[in-house]
Structures are given as C-alpha cells and as structure tokens.
C-alpha cells in the first residue's frame, strides 16, 4: 500500500524566511510525485510532477526535489500570498493503479 | 470546459436524505477520479473511472455510496441514506495521462 507522510503539520514563517516541506513516501514503482497548493475552501491547485530521483523543477518562489524515499519543497523569500496548505502525492504503478496517494499536508502560514 | 467544474458548491441536507453531487471534467480527459476531504483532513480516495468504466472503487465506504459516468463525460456520486459523518468536502478531478485537475469540490454537511 502506497503511504505518503508530510512534515511538519503547520508552519508559521516570516515574509522573506526561506524554509522546507518534507514528503517521506513509500511506493511500489513510483509513476509520479505530485505537490498541489490549496487554498480553504477550493480545490487543490497543481504545482509539480516529479519522475525519478535526482530531478528538480522550480516555480517562483518554489522548488521541488526529489529522491528515493522522500521530497522537499523549498520556499525561498517566501511571501504573504504563498499561503496555503502543501499537498504532496504519489502515483504508483503497482496494486494502487492510477489513483494518487496523499499525505495530510502541510499548512503554511507567512506573516508579513 | 476551461476546468473541471462541480455542483452544488455548499448542500446541507438532513440525515437519511438522499444527495447527488456532480462533476464534469475536462473535455477530453479520459479518467475521473472523486475524493473526500473531511475538516482537517487529506484526501480521502473514493473512485476511479477510465470512461464510463469503474476498475477501481475500493474507496468507497460503505454501500450507500455509488457513481456513475455517461461516456467520458459528466459523473454523479450519490450518497443514501446519508449519516453526520458524510460531512466532507467532495472532490472531483479529471486527468489525460499523469496528474489531475480537481474542481473546488461540493461541501456536504449532514444535519
């Protein structure tokens, strides 16, 4: 059974105070990893999809890296508006099919 | 359509009542998923469909829930009889090959 574990739970940072979200996950033949942002009351936003260990994409502010066992979101100067809960999912290859595994998330608060 | 659309947005409903909630994907997209986040909580798998075929609804959690999808169009979950503890946020997402788009989902709450 795919399992995906986010840590920490909430994170509370100032405006301009670089941080990581960290992703542990355990898959049978890793399809994909996925971080979505969601903001309250809507539907989870895409941000990423990673492949395979080793692979890195950036977007504004946000970074995704990824290894065999686990992910990293980085926040570099984060703002305000970066705000939200980070999810991050996998897609395996194995008994799970095409469904997307989540974790809990990680709610992230900026204080300006 | 432009995104992955569902309605209502917000149904309360009285315990034991029956509720419909319905999601059109993107046009062209294939597979349709449908997942519960309760208050708090992540995301919850309920159903997948590749067109109007169901292979995986190991989700589901107990049989007063069912989904159906016309072709690969339009699907609606249906919830009977519902109980206090359906109250979640229902999401719908479409997908063409890796990854999904979700909708901004129907918050059911059972009074």
């Known amino acids: 059974e795919d399992q995906v574990t986010q840590s920490p739970e909430a994170l509370r940072l100032q405006e301009g105070e670089s941080s990581s979200l960290n992703c542990s996950y355990t898959?049978?033949?890793?399809?994909?990893l996925f971080w979505y942002r969601q903001d309250p009351g809507k539907g989870p936003e895409f941000l990423f999809t990673?492949?395979?260990a080793g692979e890195e994409k950036e977007k504004e502010r946000l970074k995704a890296t990824l290894t065999k066992k686990e992910s990293f979101l980085h926040i570099t100067a984060p703002k305000p508006e970066d705000s939200a809960t980070y999810l991050c999912?996998?897609?395996?290859?194995?008994?799970?099919?095409?469904?997307?595994?989540f974790g809990e998330g990680t709610q992230l608060t900026v204080n300006p | 359509g432009a995104g992955v659309s569902q309605s209502p947005s917000n149904k309360v409903t009285e315990k034991g009542k029956d509720v419909e909630l319905r999601c059109d994907p993107i046009?062209?997209?294939?597979?349709l998923y449908w997942y519960r986040q309760r208050l708090g909580q992540g995301l919850e798998f309920l159903i997948y469909?590749?067109?109007?075929?169901?292979?995986?609804k190991s989700g589901l959690p107990s049989d007063r829930f069912s989904a159906e999808r016309t072709g690969e169009s339009v699907s609606t979950l249906t919830i009977q009889r519902t109980q206090q503890e359906d109250s979640a946020v229902y999401l719908c997402?479409?997908?063409?090959?890796?990854?999904?788009?979700f909708g901004s989902g129907t918050r059911l709450t059972v009074v």
């Open positions: 469909f590749q067109g109007n075929s169901a292979p995986d």
């Open positions: 999912a996998v897609q395996g290859g194995g008994y799970s099919g095409s469904r997307l595994t």
């Open positions: 990673l492949y395979s």
């Open positions: 046009s062209g997209h294939t597979a």
């Open positions: 997402a479409s997908s063409l090959f890796v990854g999904y788009t």
């Open positions: 898959v049978s033949g890793l399809r994909g």
